[in-house]
């Protein structure tokens, strides 16, 4: 049996039924504990089940299981990847039960979340393992009835020989058909003829989610568990120089206090490694409350990083890193990043002769646009289960990059990975901030140290004040406009905290003449790290409030402008290796115009902005009706247009852009984390301010481009050009240009927003803010 | 020892006092359907019910619980037939989950005081439970939804 990517293999058992060439009979007692949670698979289920590829299994009364392949955080892959399997299995998608698969990067491939890439990634290795299992199954029936495997049909779990009459479910040769090797290169289905994918479907765990059953690792539960908590330093730039338990471990409930390093000093970290604090102080207890209690007795001494080196080896190969000493404080980041601005940057990308354009220019436009730091702030903060000996491991807990994060569990427990078990639980939420494991590394840590399973649990302060943040971000675009208009340079120069956002090959390069993209980066001991779609989540709101602008200047329609853009891209494109296919960038601004009735005379009533944006090679554009509602910005209605190719499960793919909208109006509103003197100065969801429900559009009309293309990625695309389409119709609503991110919190834009001193823009600093009114506090 | 009603059952713990109900619920009682998400009463995944009124467990303290009847996401239907649970379903509202439970107790009890909310109504009552994958359109489907089903069964 084949599958991609094997990376290493995993289990004896395991091992030897990928051995054995074909599908092997596994006893339901044997597989239970290499399941991610019996209870998942409850109670009453068959204990017979014949396995034909690694993603599926099926008992002899015909109940047919598919493994998801990869973690679960909100996307719905837990729904969308079996339906690709039921499709070209031919399963009956209402009696299919799916579970969680084990990590198993032999049978289930790289199991990776993020980059939007589970369903592009996963699309071609589930319709074989569904064709092949559909082939292998009709090869039993038609051995059986001794007829050829050509006369025989598949239909909704069912196989059926009309000549004979003869028919039989999946499940009467389900033992047979684990027999025989798994076919290669099976035709798999047409796309008209699928009907299972494009249908939609129901959250798998929907029942589960509103009755409250343990699915996320923050529920996970083992008998004898204690619950560990980690006292980080106050301050990035922070490290521990001594602390006093004594008070402390007298506490009710509390059994261990200690200090333990992340990492031995000339570790080499994985790319994902980050280290944010290395030297952790824990205490355990017997609950989180006892715990919490314990942590306010701890008399601690932090002392001043000095400069740490890091050796990394990620996606760049093996790298010496400095991480800086020093206690940054926001205003003077953004102080530093302005001026590390007017210094000369890497150039990523020139076409023509942009110099010449410039000094020819009838007019120059010139904007500086800034983002603060994010905090993901996932609803469910990190946390993780290990319980680790001197013979094996499992660790328990939401994790984005199993197949990231095991090889260095494996050095730092001392363990070779088969003897490490990774269950991964359901998320809650991910954004990007799983894909980083240090919490999973520290858990194993503390069970190894104190030899007992533990929960680790980050507090809310924990979690947002630990950093892997996104980055800080400032970029200045310039425009170069012929006597006549016409757009003759293009010159984006961009730099961040600790990295830039620019994406050097992506519209509008390739659409026009002279075009310059440079880059630059301040170090910082800031720990950064994605956070849905990374660098694009800026540079949409930048370049597309940039181009708005122009268009303005140029006395065009901004969609107009932009499609004019797209043309000349696609007619007669500037350069080399442009990333975006200007065809389909297009086609999601003609379908936003269509659905948004963007010239009709009825919707003038709202103050419009549009935008669009190509990333995780997906397309999409928004238009956001913008009104005053009791004074104040409000985005009633938006109109999205997506291209991710084929759509495995429509209602569930809106919901998702419903939400990456109200996310983008949310982090454009309000999103920002500041620091003072290295610590950061929102520590928690009562100083952080995320979109609530008062702030969510009434209305956010979705509607997907139909082109038949294998799917691209979804999680990410319709998030950053939110932010450009909220600027843009700030501007119609209020008459001020916004640069400066968040546009609507006083606290972080107003105070610390450097763009409008650079473009001598008027300021927005009479713009009303949005009241925080109080909920309904119980 | 602190007696507690949870879901029509009797618990007897022993803990401090000031042991808020969400941790008696998640890590003394192994009711994990109540979820921690910020510890300050700002976020609303931990919300239940007491004597009737929705409360953040994670600031409310257990001793305030004590012979009260208390109401979790475990508890709010039998067999996840509250008409909430089903409209959540029948909406497909989740992406995550995580928040949901809080958001759910939240709504019941916006349902029962307004059996047939505006969006207004919604938005007032919902805007203290936070949803970071941002499925608030489609609580306030569900929410309706819910109440056309009660409608309906009322009517029956």
Same mark, same amino acid.
């Given at each position: 049996?084949?599958?991609?990517?094997?990376?290493?293999?995993?289990?004896?058992?395991?091992?030897?039924?990928?051995?054995?060439?074909?599908?092997?009979?596994?006893?339901?007692?044997?597989?239970?504990?290499?399941?991610?949670?019996?209870?998942?698979?409850?109670?009453?289920? #068959?204990?017979?089940?014949?396995?034909?590829? *690694?993603?599926?299994?099926?008992?002899?009364?015909?109940?047919? @299981?598919?493994?998801?392949?990869?973690?679960?955080?909100?996307?719905?892959?837990?729904?969308?990847? #079996?339906? $690709?399997?039921?499709?070209?299995?031919?399963?009956?998608?209402?009696?299919?039960?799916?579970?969680?698969?084990?990590?198993?990067?032999?049978?289930?491939?790289?199991?990776?979340?993020?980059?939007?890439?589970?369903?592009?990634?996963?699309?071609?290795?589930?319709?074989?393992?569904?064709?092949?299992?559909?082939?292998?199954?009709?090869?039993?029936?038609?051995?059986?009835?001794?007829?050829?495997?050509?006369?025989?049909?598949?239909?909704?779990?069912?196989?059926?020989?009309?000549?004979?009459?003869?028919?039989?479910?999946?499940?009467?040769?389900?033992?047979?058909?684990?027999?025989?090797?798994?076919?290669?290169?099976?035709?798999?289905?047409?796309?008209?003829?699928?009907?299972?994918?494009? &249908?939609?479907?129901? !959250?798998?765990?929907?029942?589960?989610?509103?009755?409250?059953?343990?699915?996320?690792?923050?529920?996970?539960?083992?008998?004898?568990?204690?619950?560990?908590?980690?006292?980080?330093?106050?301050?990035?730039?922070?490290?521990?120089?001594?602390?006093?338990?004594?008070?402390?471990?007298?506490?009710?409930?509390?059994?261990?206090?200690? &200090?333990?390093?992340?990492?031995?000093?000339?570790?080499?970290?994985?790319?994902?490694?980050?280290?944010?604090?290395?030297?952790?102080?824990?205490?355990?207890?017997?609950?989180?409350?006892?715990?919490?209690?314990?942590?306010?007795?701890?008399?601690?001494?932090?002392?001043?990083?000095?400069?740490?080196?890091?050796?990394?080896?990620?996606?760049?190969?093996?790298?010496?890193?400095?991480?800086?000493?020093?206690?940054?404080?926001?205003?003077?980041?953004?102080?530093?990043?302005?001026?590390?601005?007017?210094?000369?940057?890497?150039?990523?990308?020139?076409?023509?002769?942009?110099?010449?354009?410039?000094?020819?220019?009838?007019? =120059?436009?010139?904007?500086?646009?800034?983002?603060?730091?994010?905090?993901?702030?996932?609803?469910?903060?990190?946390?993780?289960?290990?319980?680790?000996?001197?013979?094996?491991?499992?660790?328990?807990?939401?994790?984005?990059?199993?197949?990231?994060?095991?090889?260095?569990?494996?050095?730092?427990?001392?363990?070779?990975?088969?003897?490490?078990?990774?269950?991964?639980?359901?998320?809650?939420?991910?954004?990007?901030?799983?894909?980083?494991?240090?919490?999973?590394?520290?858990?194993?840590?503390?069970?190894?140290?104190? @030899?007992?399973?533990?929960?680790?649990?980050?507090?809310?302060?924990?979690?947002?004040?630990?950093?892997?943040?996104?980055?800080?971000?400032?970029?200045?675009?310039?425009?170069?406009?012929?006597?006549?208009? !016409?757009?003759?340079?293009?010159?984006?120069?961009?730099?961040?905290?600790?990295?830039?956002? =620019?994406?050097?090959? /992506?519209?509008?390069?390739?659409?026009?003449?002279?075009?310059?993209?440079?880059?630059?980066?301040?170090?910082?001991?800031?720990?950064?790290?994605?956070?849905?779609?990374?660098?694009?989540?800026?540079?949409?709101?930048?370049?597309?409030?940039?181009?708005?602008?122009?268009?303005?200047?140029? *006395?065009?329609?901004?969609?107009?402008?932009?499609?004019?853009?797209?043309?000349?891209?696609?007619?007669?494109?500037?350069?080399?290796?442009?990333?975006?296919?200007?065809? /389909?960038?297009?086609?999601?601004?003609?379908?936003?115009?269509?659905?948004?009735?963007?010239?009709?005379?009825?919707?003038?009533?709202?103050?419009?902005?549009?935008?669009?944006?190509?990333?995780?090679?997906?397309?999409?554009?928004?238009?956001?009706?913008?009104?005053?509602?009791?004074?104040?910005?409000?985005?009633?209605?938006?109109?999205?247009?997506?291209?991710?190719? =084929?759509? $495995?499960?429509?209602?569930?793919?809106?919901?998702?852009?419903?939400?990456?909208?109200?996310?983008?109006?949310?982090?454009?509103?309000?999103?920002?984390?500041?620091?003072?003197?290295?610590?950061?100065?929102?520590?928690?969801?009562?100083?952080?301010?995320?979109? /609530?429900?008062?702030?969510?559009?009434?209305?956010?009309?979705?509607?997907?481009?139909? !082109?038949?293309?294998?799917?691209?990625?979804?999680?990410?695309?319709?998030?950053?050009?939110?932010f450009g389409a909220v600027a843009n119709a700030v501007y119609k609503t209020t008459g001020k240009r916004v640069y400066n991110q968040p546009y609507f919190n006083s606290t972080i834009s107003e105070k610390f927003g450097v763009a409008e001193k650079n473009t001598k823009q008027q300021g927005d600093k009479k713009l009303p803010q949005p009241k925080i009114k109080k909920g309904r506090t119980p | 020892m602190i007696s507690l009603k949870i879901n029509q059952k009797q618990y007897d713990v022993d803990v401090n006092p000031d042991m808020p109900l969400l941790?008696?619920?998640?890590?003394?009682?192994?009711?994990?359907?109540?979820?921690?998400?910020?510890?300050?009463?700002?976020?609303?995944?931990?919300?239940?019910?007491?004597?009737?009124?929705?409360?953040?467990?994670?600031?409310?303290?257990?001793?305030?619980a004590a012979n009260q009847e208390v109401v979790t996401i475990e508890g709010l239907s039998p067999n996840g037939d509250h008409p909430l649970q089903k409209a959540w379903l029948e909406a497909d509202v989740p992406q995550c989950g995580y928040c949901q439970s809080g958001q759910i107790m939240s709504a019941a009890v916006l349902l029962r005081e307004k059996p047939d909310p505006t969006d207004q109504d919604i938005d007032d009552a919902m805007n203290g439970n936070l949803c970071r994958c941002g499925t608030y359109l489609l609580i306030r489907k569900a929410?309706?939804?819910?109440?056309?089903?009660?409608?309906?069964?009322?009517?029956?």
């Open positions: 049996m084949e599958k991609q990517d094997a990376l290493h293999s995993r289990r004896s058992f395991l091992k030897s039924s990928l051995l054995s060439g074909g599908g092997l009979m596994i006893s339901f007692s044997a597989l239970a504990e290499f399941l991610p949670s019996k209870k998942l698979a409850g109670p009453g289920m #068959p204990d017979q089940w014949f396995e034909l590829t *690694g993603y599926i299994k099926i008992t002899p009364d015909n109940v047919i @299981k598919i493994l998801n392949p990869n973690p679960e955080f909100g996307q719905n892959v837990m729904t969308s990847l #079996p339906m $690709i399997v039921a499709e070209e299995l031919e399963a009956d998608w209402k009696k299919v039960v799916v579970e969680m698969g084990p990590h198993d990067s032999v049978k289930l491939g790289s199991q990776f979340t993020g980059g939007s890439n589970s369903v592009r990634m996963y699309w071609k290795p589930l319709r074989d393992a569904g064709a092949a299992a559909r082939v292998m199954l009709t090869e039993a029936a038609a051995q059986t009835w001794n007829v050829p495997a050509a006369e025989i049909t598949a239909k909704s779990g069912m196989l059926y020989h009309e000549k004979s009459g003869k028919s039989g479910t999946y499940g009467e040769f389900a033992s047979k058909a684990a027999a025989i090797p798994v076919p290669k290169g099976v035709k798999l289905k047409e796309v008209k003829s699928f009907n299972v994918v494009g &249908s939609s479907q129901k !959250n798998v765990e929907g029942l589960k989610i509103v009755t409250g059953k343990p699915l996320f690792g923050l529920d996970y539960y083992k008998e004898g568990m204690k619950i560990a908590m980690i006292h980080h330093p106050p301050a990035f730039g922070m490290k521990l120089k001594s602390f006093d338990a004594s008070e402390a471990s007298k506490m009710p409930g509390i059994t261990d206090v200690f &200090s333990l390093k992340l990492y031995e000093d000339g570790f080499e970290q994985a790319g994902f490694d980050t280290r944010t604090f290395n030297d952790i102080l824990v205490v355990v207890g017997k609950t989180t409350w006892d715990v919490m209690n314990a942590r306010k007795k701890l008399s601690v001494q932090w002392e001043p990083i000095a400069d740490t080196k890091e050796t990394i080896r990620g996606f760049r190969g093996k790298q010496e890193v400095v991480v800086p000493a020093g206690l940054e404080t926001t205003e003077s980041q953004y102080a530093k990043m302005q001026e590390r601005a007017k210094e000369p940057a890497t150039v990523l990308r020139k076409d023509g002769d942009p110099e010449t354009a410039f000094k020819n220019a009838a007019t =120059i436009i010139e904007r500086t646009y800034t983002a603060p730091f994010l905090a993901h702030n996932t609803m469910e903060p990190m946390n993780f289960f290990a319980d680790v000996t001197d013979e094996k491991a499992l660790v328990v807990g939401p994790q984005q990059a199993p197949g990231w994060s095991e090889p260095t569990l494996a050095k730092l427990i001392g363990l070779p990975a088969e003897k490490i078990e990774i269950q991964m639980t359901r998320m809650g939420g991910g954004f990007g901030r799983r894909a980083y494991a240090h919490y999973m590394f520290e858990a194993a840590l503390i069970s190894k140290k104190i @030899k007992a399973p533990v929960k680790l649990i980050y507090s809310r302060e924990d979690d947002m004040t630990y950093g892997i943040y996104r980055p800080m971000y400032i970029a200045t675009y310039r425009a170069a406009l012929d006597a006549n208009k !016409n757009l003759i340079g293009f010159h984006v120069k961009g730099g961040g905290i600790p990295e830039h956002a =620019i994406h050097a090959n /992506r519209f509008p390069a390739g659409a026009v003449d002279n075009y310059l993209a440079e880059g630059w980066e301040l170090p910082s001991n800031i720990t950064i790290g994605a956070f849905r779609a990374p660098r694009s989540n800026f540079n949409a709101a930048a370049e597309q409030s940039f181009l708005d602008e122009l268009a303005e200047a140029m *006395g065009k329609d901004p969609i107009d402008f932009r499609l004019e853009l797209l043309k000349r891209a696609k007619e007669n494109p500037v350069g080399k290796n442009n990333e975006y296919s200007a065809d /389909r960038y297009a086609a999601v601004l003609e379908l936003v115009k269509e659905k948004s009735g963007w010239n009709k005379t009825e919707n003038k009533k709202y103050n419009r902005g549009v935008a669009a944006y190509f990333c995780h090679n997906s397309y999409a554009a928004h238009v956001v009706d913008m009104v005053k509602r009791d004074g104040q910005p409000y985005v009633e209605r938006v109109y999205s247009a997506i291209d991710c190719g =084929i759509v $495995i499960n429509p209602e569930s793919a809106k919901n998702m852009v419903m939400g990456a909208v109200v996310d983008g109006i949310g982090n454009s509103f309000y999103g920002g984390l500041t620091l003072k003197d290295g610590a950061p100065e929102q520590n928690n969801l009562n100083r952080y301010r995320i979109i /609530r429900m008062r702030e969510a559009p009434q209305i956010v009309d979705v509607s997907f481009v139909e !082109n038949g293309i294998d799917p691209t990625g979804l999680g990410e695309p319709p998030f950053p050009p939110v | 941790w008696v619920l998640r890590d003394v009682l192994q009711m994990p359907g109540t979820k921690y998400g910020c510890g300050v009463a700002s976020c609303g995944a931990c919300t239940v019910h007491l004597n009737g009124d929705a409360v953040r467990s994670c600031v409310t303290k257990i001793s305030r929410i309706h939804l819910a109440a056309d089903m009660q409608k309906q069964g009322a009517k029956i």
